[in-house]
């Protein structure tokens, strides 16, 4: 089973950028898509895009200007950057292995990402 | 893009079955068969229940079965068991983009 751990700051100033890594273990970083989804606290999921080991992307239309993904096969991580927050990027941002379909297989715990000054 | 269309809540007693609809359009539910379903208990990551329409991953009961129809999409649990009690996500490949549902509450009464 894979294992996935968010970690990056809790607390984030509005318009600067929001950052976060998921660690990956119990299968190699080449194995899946690996996808950024993230929940409002009391609200839906939002599908904020994927990357596959080759370095190949695809972002939620409503993000991309904002976002950047990358990944770090020699440390079995991917990163997200989320550039000039506001209080609407505040929310639960999750990781999960899966594939480009929706299939999303294993997720980490979730990381609250709270922007406020 | 716009989220897929899914009832607030639903309710049913224990050993009923309940439906879950999800509705999109042509360029998401209609246009692939890879919907997927999740189940999140509160404070919980969601868990992969149903994906390319009608399969179950291992270990997820067979009393969860999926379906599509045109342009909507349906989760049917039956035999419902307290523990199904939960918020339930329908989600969509969109071509070039990935797509859920704004969530439907289960309540088992």
């Known amino acids: 089973q894979v294992q996935l751990q968010e970690s990056g700051p809790g607390l984030v100033k509005p318009s600067e950028t929001l950052s976060l890594t998921c660690t990956v273990s119990?299968?190699?970083?080449?194995?899946?898509?690996w996808n950024w989804i993230r929940q409002p606290p009391g609200k839906g999921l939002e599908w904020i895009g994927y990357i596959f080991y080759s370095g190949s992307t695809k972002y939620n239309p409503s993000l991309k200007s904002r976002l950047t993904f990358s990944v770090d096969t020699s440390k079995n991580q991917v990163s997200l950057k989320l550039s000039s927050v506001t209080a609407a990027d505040t929310a639960i941002y999750y990781c999960s292995s899966g594939y480009y379909t929706g299939k999303f297989d294993d997720w980490g715990q979730g990381t609250l990402v709270t922007v406020s000054s | 893009q716009s989220a897929l269309t899914q009832p607030r809540s639903v309710s049913g007693s224990p050993g009923q079955s309940v439906t879950i609809s999800c509705t999109g359009t042509?360029?998401?539910?209609?246009?692939?068969?890879?919907v997927s379903w999740y189940q999140q208990h509160p404070g919980r990551a969601p868990k992969l229940m149903i994906y390319d329409v009608t399969k179950r991953p291992l270990g997820v009961p067979d009393r969860f079965s999926g379906s599509k129809s045109g342009n909507t999409a349906s989760l049917t649990i039956s035999g419902l068991q307290a523990e199904d009690e939960a918020d339930y996500y329908c989600?969509?490949?969109?071509?070039?983009?990935?797509?859920f549902g704004g969530g439907t509450n289960l309540i088992v009464l």
């Open positions: 042509s360029n998401d539910v209609g246009g692939y068969d890879y």
């Open positions: 989600c969509s490949y969109a071509g070039t983009y990935t797509v």
């Open positions: 119990g299968a190699s970083i080449n194995s899946y898509y």
